[in-house]
Nanobody
């Protein structure tokens, strides 16, 4: 059974940082792309970043200067480091697994439960 468990969200002031974790089980990083997405209230789910099994990364251009995706393959965990956070970064952040490196959420097969990030002004 494939499971993705996102954690690390919370309340942070504007300008602060958070690191999200996605613990993955039931699949191999070699064969899948792990993506991070976010969804603000009343808005569509938005791609943040994704990482292929070979380590290549892809970013939402509007976020690449502040967000970094990385992985610890030994721990089967993918991280999202978020710096210089802004109130508009507020939303539920999800990690997901799919077989194509894309930031379109409909291409991903497996989803975690999400972790809430709230950035106060």
């Amino acid at each position: 059974e494939v499971q993705l468990q996102a954690s690390g969200g919370g309340l942070v002031q504007a300008g602060g940082s958070l690191r999200l974790s996605c613990a993955v089980s039931g699949l191999s990083f070699d064969g899948y792309v792990i993506g991070w997405f976010r969804q603000a209230p009343g808005k569509e789910r938005e791609g943040v970043a994704c990482m292929r099994g070979d380590g290549r990364t892809y970013y939402n251009d509007s976020l690449r200067d502040r967000f970094t995706i990385s992985s610890d393959n030994a721990e089967n965990t993918v991280y999202l480091q978020m710096n210089s956070l802004k109130p508009e970064d507020t939303g539920v952040y999800y990690c997901s697994a799919g077989q194509k490196a894309t930031l379109y959420p409909y291409r991903y097969e497996y989803w975690g439960q999400g972790t809430q990030v709230t950035v106060s002004s």
